[in-house]
């Protein structure tokens, strides 16, 4: 049961790191699109975004494996887990909002990657409204964790 727990907290941890990078990202597109043409500045924040994009994508790539463990979990530690561990409808919604986290996260990755070719990004204002998105996907997946509706 030890186990149960240490898994668990990587989890978490490893999910709230990716968290980070996924509200960060679009705030540094926000800010790449202000800069205009101050090509220094711009730089930075290309730099600043790739290396965050990396950073999100194996903080994912650890809280993926440390989920897929906990998912598994029952096979590893049998009647110790708590009741209605892993089973029910809300676990196959709440991975659904973590697919469209991840699609975010990547539609983000694109723009950063577009813009280190020459691509336009959408206007400030927009991303700013993108920016919010993830907030509304916490908040259902917390809430799809703790109450377990289904």
């Known amino acids: 049961m030890q186990a149960y727990f240490w898994i668990k907290t990587a989890h978490v941890v490893f999910v709230m790191a990716w968290m980070g990078g996924v509200f ?3 705030r540094i597109l926000v800010n790449i699109a202000e800069a205009g043409a101050e090509e220094a500045v711009r730089a930075r924040l290309v730099l600043m975004g790739r290396r965050l994009y990396r950073f999100g994508h ?3 790539g650890m809280a993926f494996l ?3 463990t906990l998912w598994q979990g029952y096979r590893l530690f049998g009647d110790a887990l708590p009741q209605g ?3 029910g409808g809300w676990l196959h919604a709440k991975l659904a909002l973590v ?3 991840l699609a975010y996260f990547i539609v983000s990755g694109r723009w950063l990657k577009g813009v280190e070719h020459g691509r336009a990004l959408p206007s400030s204002r927009t ?10 996907l916490l908040v259902a997946i917390v809430y799809l964790v703790l109450a377990k509706p289904f």
């Open 127 to 136: 991303l700013r409204w993108f920016n919010e998105l993830p907030v509304l």
């Open 99 to 101: 697919a469209v986290m």
């Open 24 to 26: 960060y990202l679009p």
């Open 66 to 68: 440390f989920g897929l």
């Open 58 to 60: 194996v903080m994912f």
């Open 85 to 87: 561990f892993a089973v």
